[in-house]
């Protein structure tokens, strides 16, 4: 999408699939609960229970996940960027023309990213259908 409308119209925050890649086989996420408050904040909070008072312990599978099993997908080492990003957005959802001008220029974009040309591409590369048209 950044691609198709510009990354000055993308908010566009995180790791790169190259990147994730290439930090398979050091990445530890406790650097990121150690040395991130906020995400320490943010964990400590949920895993307080202190959004889940009526279930506690509900969220331990992503305790586990995370800081257990080594977050595979390593969603800390993008959540401050997550995070700065939202601030991004907050500010320019406060600008109401600058806001309207890229969400604008995204959907004016996002032609490539429709189902209509996607089943179309679909049917003619794998499936090899022809269009069948109805009178």
């Given at each position: 999408?950044?691609?198709?409308?510009?990354?000055?119209?993308f908010?566009?925050?995180?790791?790169?699939?190259?990147?994730?890649?290439?930090?398979?086989?050091?990445?530890n996420?406790?650097?990121?609960?150690?040395?991130?408050?906020?995400?320490?904040?943010?964990?400590?909070?949920?895993?307080?229970?202190?959004?889940?008072?009526?279930?506690?312990?509900?969220?331990?599978?992503?305790?586990?996940?995370?800081?257990?099993?080594?977050?595979?997908?390593?969603?800390?080492?993008?959540?401050?960027a997550?995070?700065?990003?939202?601030?991004w957005?907050?500010?320019?959802?406060?600008?109401?023309e600058?806001?309207?001008?890229?969400?604008?220029?995204?959907?004016?974009?996002?032609?490539?990213?429709?189902?209509?040309?996607?089943?179309?591409?679909?049917?003619?590369?794998?499936?090899?259908?022809?269009?069948?048209?109805?009178?």
């Amino acid at each position: 999408m950044a691609e198709e409308a510009g990354e000055e119209n993308f908010f566009l925050f995180g790791l790169t699939a190259e990147q994730v890649a290439k930090s398979q086989s050091w990445y530890n996420p406790f650097w990121h609960y150690e040395h991130e408050p906020q995400t320490r904040h943010a964990l400590d909070l949920i895993f307080s229970n202190y959004f889940s008072r009526a279930e506690p312990g509900i969220f331990a599978p992503i305790r586990a996940t995370l800081l257990e099993r080594g977050d595979r997908f390593m969603h800390l080492a993008d959540l401050t960027a997550y995070a700065e990003a939202q601030l991004w957005v907050g500010k320019l959802y406060q600008d109401a023309e600058a806001w309207a001008r890229k969400a604008i220029i995204n959907v004016a974009c996002s032609e490539k990213f429709s189902s209509d040309r996607t089943l179309a591409e679909y049917a003619a590369d794998i499936w090899q259908a022809a269009p069948c048209p109805i009178e």
